[in-house]
């Protein structure tokens, strides 16, 4: 069966641009996180969807950073005026019905360069 | 402080050998604890997950927990250099923390 997919799997863009990451979760399940990972370090919490609202999204690090999930499938993560600490694996997952016992199923990333 | 912090790595340990991965947490209030394995340039994982104090074990791989240490710890036995990995410990409270990971590599 289909795990989380996530395009592109590499992104490179300028300082300044916008950039859309998409995320199409498992089929079924209605939970849906985005977690960013720097290079030797843990998955920092970005924010999480139930269905089509998005649940806690406490950890965006600013208002240049936004998701949608609009038909409670597929999600975007939005990045305006994109900074060059902004480089990371931005990791989407999903999982059956939310909650911290049900697991999470991790896709391979998208590699963000902002140069 | 750190909300989860993992003991420092790189850790390296003989084939068949037992590896320890500890953990650490400082919210008190945090009920679900996991454990995640990440090879390099992949994505994370869950091979255990616990939920109330003592030992829980799943083949090779054992978790252990102590609320009132607020102390999580993985062990792995008869380690493989297949384990060779990054594990991240997690802990829910309200929303899941990661640490920021102990590199294991286990030598043939």
């Known amino acids: 069966g289909a795990g989380v997919s996530q395009t592109p799997s590499n992104k490179v863009t300028e300082k300044g641009k916008y950039v859309e990451l998409r995320c199409d979760p498992i089929s079924g399940h209605t939970a849906l996180y985005w977690y960013r990972q720097s290079l030797g370090q843990g998955p920092e919490f970005l924010i999480y969807?139930?269905?089509?609202?998005?649940?806690?999204d406490s950890g965006l690090p600013n208002d240049r950073f936004f998701a949608v999930r609009p038909e409670g499938s597929v999600s975007t993560l939005k990045i305006q005026r994109t900074e060059r600490g902004d480089s990371a694996v931005y990791l989407c997952?999903?999982?059956?019905?939310?909650?911290?016992?049900?697991?999470?199923?991790f896709g391979n990333g998208t590699r963000l360069t902002v140069t | 402080q750190k909300e989860v912090e993992q003991n420092s790595g790189p850790l390296s340990v003989p084939e068949g050998a037992i590896a320890s991965l500890n953990c650490t947490y400082s919210?008190?209030?945090?009920?679900?604890f996991f454990w995640y394995r990440q090879y390099s340039g992949k994505s994370p994982e869950l091979i255990m997950s616990i939920y109330s104090n003592g030992d829980k074990e799943d083949g090779r791989f054992t978790a252990q927990l102590n609320k009132a240490s607020q102390y999580v710890s993985l062990l792995i036995r008869d380690s493989q250099p297949s384990d060779s990995a990054t594990y991240l410990c997690?802990?829910?409270?309200?929303?899941?923390?990661f640490g920021e990971g102990t590199q294991l590599t286990v030598n043939p």
């Open positions: 969807f139930q269905g089509t609202g998005a649940a806690d």
């Open positions: 997690a802990v829910e409270r309200g929303r899941l923390t």
């Open positions: 919210d008190r209030g945090s009920q679900s």
């Open positions: 997952a999903s999982s059956f019905q939310g909650g911290w016992n049900s697991p999470l199923h």
